[in-house]
Nanobody, 123 residues
Framework: QVQLVESGGGLVQAGGSLRLSCAAS????????MGWFRQAPGKEREFVVV????????YYADSVKGRFTISRDNAKNTVYLQMNSLKPEDTAVYYC????????????????WGQGTQVTVSS
C-alpha cells in the first residue's frame, strides 16, 4: 500500500515557477512508476508527466514539454514536479499517482492517488 501527499501548490503569476512535491509512505515506493496529472474545473483529469522506477525514463504531455521537469528521489520516497514558464492554462489541481504498470498515461491504470494540490496561474 502506498499513500501519497502532494505539496507545493499556490498562486503564481504567468511566467513564474513552482515546485510540487509528492511524498509517499511505504517501503515499495521505488517499485512504482510515478505520474502527475491535473484537473481544471469542468474538465477531465489530464496526464502531465510520468517517470519510471529509477528515474531514467520520462514521458511528458506536449502541453508541458520543455517547461516542466519530473524527478524522483527514492531514498526520500518523493517525486517532484518543477514547473517553469507557467501559463494561466496550467491552472488546475495537480495530483500525483503511482502505478505498477510501467510508463502509462491513462489515469485508470494508476492504483494510488494523492489528494491533490491547487496551482493557480494569474495572467
Amino acid at each position: 500500500q502506498v499513500q501519497l501527499v502532494e505539496s507545493g501548490g499556490g498562486l503564481v503569476q504567468a511566467g513564474g515557477s513552482l515546485r510540487l512535491s509528492c511524498a509517499a509512505s511505504g517501503r515499495t515506493f521505488s517499485s512504482y512508476v510515478m505520474g502527475w496529472f491535473r484537473q481544471a474545473p469542468g474538465k477531465e483529469r489530464e496526464f502531465v508527466v510520468v517517470i519510471n522506477w529509477r528515474g531514467e525514463n520520462t514521458y511528458y504531455a506536449d502541453s508541458v514539454k520543455g517547461r516542466f521537469t519530473i524527478s524522483r528521489d527514492n531514498a526520500k520516497n518523493t517525486v517532484y514536479l518543477q514547473m517553469n514558464s507557467l501559463k494561466p492554462e496550467d491552472t488546475a489541481v495537480y495530483y500525483c499517482a503511482a502505478t505498477p504498470s510501467g510508463i502509462v498515461v491513462l489515469p485508470t491504470l494508476y492504483r494510488h492517488w494523492g489528494q491533490g494540490t491547487q496551482v493557480t496561474v494569474s495572467s
